[in-house]
């Protein structure tokens, strides 16, 4: 079993900084590949980043690239998700997510995820 907080969201004007964390117990997760994903209001759960657990590779929706980046510390058992040039359209739920197969060459869906943390909200002001 494995437990995720996540932390680090608040509120921000646009253009902004934020970085998320996402720290991990009950199991290492430095065998896993781990993911960020984000929920709008009335908006369904979609994928924002995603990294193997070498954190070799990493995975970006379209609408991130080049602002977030994704990292991982696995002796810290954590993850993080720095978002810059934030937007009004970053504004959503955050959640990390824990994808147990070893390797995949793509980013995980939502369904293939086995753990999720809480959330953390992300406010965006214009």
């Known amino acids: 079993q494995v437990q995720l907080v996540e932390s680090g969201g608040g509120q921000v004007q646009a253009g902004g900084s934020l970085r998320l964390s996402c720290a991990a117990s009950g199991r290492a997760l430095a065998m896993y590949a781990m993911a960020w994903f984000r929920q709008a209001p009335g908006k369904e759960r979609e994928f924002v980043a995603a990294?193997?657990?070498?954190?070799?590779?990493?995975y970006y929706a379209d609408s991130v690239k080049g602002r977030f980046t994704i990292s991982r510390d696995n002796a810290k058992n954590t993850v993080y998700l720095q978002m810059n040039s934030l937007k009004a359209e970053d504004a959503a739920v955050y959640y990390c997510?824990?994808?147990?197969?070893?390797?995949?060459?793509?980013?995980?869906?939502?369904?293939?995820?086995?753990?999720w943390g809480q959330g953390t909200r992300v406010t965006v002001s214009s």
């Open positions: 997510a824990v994808d147990s197969t070893m390797y995949r060459g793509r980013p995980p869906t939502s369904n293939e995820c086995d753990y």
């Open positions: 990294i193997t657990w070498s954190g070799v590779n990493t």
